[in-house]
């Protein structure tokens, strides 16, 4: 990266920002595995996804100060919403990197298994979000997505709407009458 020019540079840091932009807006969640280093992109990546789970042994952080530069897929922005604006500032302006338990204590990893239970764990979660209606999981993810971002009160109103709104879906009327006939649902995303 140290030939790359201004407009080399901004062509990359276009692609992180895309890459990060389709991972934080797709429909379905989305988790990130940190099983290792996730510093720099790969630390901006992650922020990207809806949940991040971490082994004992991963280590994560935004070293770009370093370098001469600032994170550039995201990460000044994601990194102050995942934790605080505190510790978002502390971690860039340092270039620290921290493990992965105090990563699970401010916030920046959902959760931290041993490195051999990180994927069962991680796959367990994708099947549990996968058994979810989907047109909820996309709604919901939607919402959260814009919790920080507007107006609170318009983002209120989005909400109350998209709540009406699901109950006209097959997915709502399948939920809520497995739930009175004490059976799971058979969500079919419709």
Same mark, same amino acid.
């Given at each position: 990266?140290?030939?790359?020019?201004?407009?080399?540079?901004?062509?990359? @840091?276009?692609?992180?920002? +895309?890459?990060?932009?389709? *991972?934080?807006?797709? %429909? #379905?969640? $989305?988790?990130?595995?940190?099983?290792?280093?996730? &510093?720099?992109?790969?630390?901006?990546?992650? &922020?990207?996804?809806?949940?991040?789970y971490a /082994?004992?042994?991963?280590?994560?952080? #935004? %070293?770009?100060?370093?370098?001469?530069?600032? %994170?550039?897929?995201? @990460?000044? #922005?994601?990194?102050?919403r995942? $934790?605080?604006?505190?510790?978002?500032?502390? !971690?860039?302006? $340092?270039?620290?990197?921290?493990?992965?338990?105090?990563?699970?204590?401010?916030?920046?990893?959902?959760?931290?298994?041993?490195?051999?239970?990180? *994927?069962?764990?991680?796959?367990? *979660?994708?099947?549990? !979000?996968?058994?979810?209606?989907?047109?909820?999981? +996309?709604?919901?993810? #939607?919402?959260?997505?814009r919790?920080?971002?507007?107006?609170? /009160?318009?983002? &209120?109103?989005? +909400?109350?709407?998209?709540?009406?709104?699901?109950?006209?879906?097959?997915?709502?009327?399948?939920? &809520?009458?497995?739930?009175?006939?004490?059976? +799971? %649902?058979?969500?079919? @995303?419709?």
């Amino acid at each position: 990266m140290s030939g790359l020019g201004v407009d080399e540079a901004k062509a990359w @840091g276009e692609l992180g920002h +895309e890459t990060a932009r389709l *991972l934080e807006t797709m %429909p #379905q969640p $989305t988790i990130a595995a940190i099983n290792g280093f996730a &510093l720099g992109g790969g630390c901006e990546l992650a &922020l990207a996804c809806d949940l991040r789970y971490a /082994s004992s042994t991963a280590k994560l952080g #935004q %070293p770009e100060i370093n370098l001469g530069i600032i %994170p550039g897929w995201g @990460g000044t #922005q994601r990194l102050a919403r995942a $934790t605080t604006l505190g510790y978002a500032k502390e !971690l860039i302006l $340092t270039g620290r990197t921290v493990g992965a338990d105090e990563a699970l204590e401010r916030g920046l990893v959902n959760g931290v298994t041993e490195p051999d239970e990180l *994927l069962p764990r991680v796959m367990e *979660l994708a099947v549990e !979000l996968a058994a979810k209606g989907p047109l909820a999981l +996309e709604a919901a993810k #939607q919402a959260v997505n814009r919790a920080l971002a507007g107006d609170h /009160s318009d983002n &209120l109103n989005r +909400e109350a709407d998209r709540f009406g709104e699901l109950f006209a879906t097959e997915d709502a009327k399948e939920g &809520l009458t497995a739930f009175a006939e004490k059976r +799971e %649902p058979r969500f079919s @995303g419709r």
